[in-house]
């Protein structure tokens, strides 16, 4: 299937962009507040890198082989005989008991419970009570171990989204994405951390502390779904379980070194996540999906979650990069208030084009600019829901007032984290600003001249986020870094972090390959392709 590009349709988005200009000026107040918040970000971010001068915690390397193969390589060993479910069980169990205690990344384990199902599993392809082409089919993960966010049920284990409203509540049933993985034959491990209620992007609450990034732990390991990122990005675990509604796959993939794939809006469920809120526009924008170090598990997990989505999404289908077409751009575009694109960043999309171009795909720098979406891309975010932040450890129905916990928050004695409130701030601030019904109109024009430019042979390539893990939780005031992942769950596009090498500071660095509707298989064929030439996932530790 090839799509021929038209003149008249970047035309049209030009056009667009003209209109846009005309518009009424961002809000004073929300100008204000992103300058000061940029302010802040630059000030807390040079002062704690300046102050960090005391070497970091390495995390040790594992000193098994079975840690340097993908999940797909070891399900059709245990299906072979030549490992045991129960051997790669215990190796992961290990190590996550070395590693974990380092990070931080774990809130509760099930590893007794997975030890047993994993004998299982070794006694049942030992009895040949199911035949290898029969396991490789209906149970392609059989014996294989998996990590879970702990907003995504796992049943028994903690699901209290990190906040004090809901500690001690353990999950009593599956999410149905969860439960898609298990029966495909994979073993649950753990559940891993989360800020609180998913409201930011620093994995830390009160209930549980804050997870660390395992190339450097002074370092943020992201959010929402940064225990999951920290654990895989380690070597701890194969596969994991995330959440994205802004950026909560993707920033933490980026930040640890690791593949995160963000699917196509409503092809994967959602059933079972935490917070969750039910109108359309919080369905559309929350996706669960795969965080792996190889792509081929990412591959492998998306074709296992989409299996009964009534649409056929040509996963297995091969791309042939010749006839591929690749849009790129290297920033958002030149603004006051956004941080700007790390030049290692920028760097790597360079290095990632060439290469595509090198593989006969045709390279167009997308030929405007995404800058005047800002506000409505903010806004809409902020809009989202209604979900309470501020719970009430007495009454779970109710929040407690802004205005008390505020004060509390800043003198370190408010039982919510200052990133809830601060989104609880955001969320008020909206509600007082005046907007009308233009800022929707604009993103859904905007939409779908992004889906006529795409088409279903071509794919964006753009930064995950501006700059590489901050230290610390200086993230916190860089709520518009997130812009580079909000514009596509307002889309519901696919969209794939790829890691793409280490800083001279030891950080990761990556990029986001995004595509139109149900063309899940391009973005996976790219970041295949990238990871084939760019080498992946790195380790955090030294290797022989």
């Known amino acids: 299937m090839q799509f021929v590009h038209n003149d008249h349709i970047v035309a049209q988005m030009l056009r667009s962009e003209r209109v846009n200009l005309r518009s009424p000026k961002m809000n004073l107040i929300l100008f204000i507040l992103a300058t000061l918040l940029k302010f802040f970000f630059n000030m807390l971010y040079f002062i704690r890198k300046k102050l960090n001068h005391e070497k970091p915690q390495r995390i040790p390397p594992p000193n098994n082989n079975l840690f340097k193969m993908s999940a797909t390589l070891l399900a059709e060993k245990i299906r072979l005989r030549e490992i045991t479910s129960q051997e790669l069980v215990e190796a992961y169990i290990q190590r996550i008991k070395q590693v974990n205690p380092i990070l931080n990344a774990v809130i509760e384990d099930r590893f007794q419970e997975a030890l047993e199902e994993a004998k299982i599993c070794d006694k049942n392809i030992r009895n040949n009570e199911i035949t290898i082409p029969e396991l490789k089919k209906q149970k392609p993960l059989y014996g294989i171990p998996f990590t879970v966010k702990e907003s995504c049920m796992l049943k028994g284990l903690s699901y209290t989204g990190g906040s004090y409203g809901r500690k001690g509540i353990k999950a009593l049933e599956n999410g149905e994405a969860v439960e898609i993985l298990r029966n495909a034959g994979a073993i649950p491990l753990c559940v891993t951390n989360t800020p609180e209620l998913c409201t930011g992007f620093d994995s830390y609450n009160h209930l549980f502390g804050r997870t660390c ?78 965080m792996t170090r190889y792509v081929e598990d990412l591959h492998l997990v998306m074709k296992i979650l989409t299996a009964t989505y009534n649409r056929d999404l040509y996963l297995d289908d091969p791309v042939d990069l010749k ?87 800043l003198l370190g004695i408010s039982q919510y984290t200052f990133g809830a409130i601060f989104l609880k701030i955001l969320i008020y601030m909206n509600k007082i600003l005046n907007y009308s019904n233009q800022q929707e109109c604009n993103i859904q ?94 380790p955090p530790y030294p290797t022989c």
Request: net charge negative.
């Open 445 to 538: 024009n905007q939409r779908q001249n992004f889906i006529d430019l795409l088409s279903n042979n071509s794919v964006f390539i753009f930064p995950t986020y501006p700059i590489t893990a901050p230290i610390g939780n200086v993230i916190i005031f860089n709520p518009l870094g997130t812009i580079y992942c909000n514009i596509w769950n307002l889309f519901g596009f696919p969209a794939t972090n790829v890691p793409m090498g280490i800083t001279v500071d030891g950080l990761p660095i990556g990029l986001q390959v995004i595509a139109a509707p149900y063309q899940d298989r391009l973005c996976l064929a790219v970041a295949k392709e990238l990871e084939r030439s760019f080498g992946g996932w790195i």
């Open 213 to 290: 990034n395992p190339y450097d732990i002074r370092y943020t390991a992201g959010g929402s779904s940064g225990g999951e990122g920290a654990l895989i990005g380690s070597g701890c675990s194969l596969i994991g379980l995330g959440s994205d509604i802004s950026g909560s796959i993707r920033i933490p993939a980026l930040f640890n070194g690791i593949f995160g794939h963000k699917p196509t809006a409503g092809i994967v469920s959602i059933k079972g996540h935490f917070p969750y809120e039910d109108n359309i526009k919080f369905k559309e924008c929350l996706l669960i999906g795969p």
């Open 323 to 409: 006839k591929l077409k690749v849009f790129y751009l290297e920033d958002f575009g030149s603004s006051m208030i956004l941080v700007p694109t790390q030049k290692e960043i920028r760097t790597c999309i360079k290095e990632a084009v060439k290469h595509l171009k090198y593989c006969g795909s045709e390279i167009e720098e997308y030929p405007g600019t995404l800058i005047h979406y800002i506000e409505e891309i903010l806004i809409t975010i902020l809009t989202l829901s209604e979900i309470p932040i501020l719970l009430d450890p007495n009454d779970s129905k109710h929040e407690k007032q802004l205005l008390y916990e505020l004060p509390k928050s």
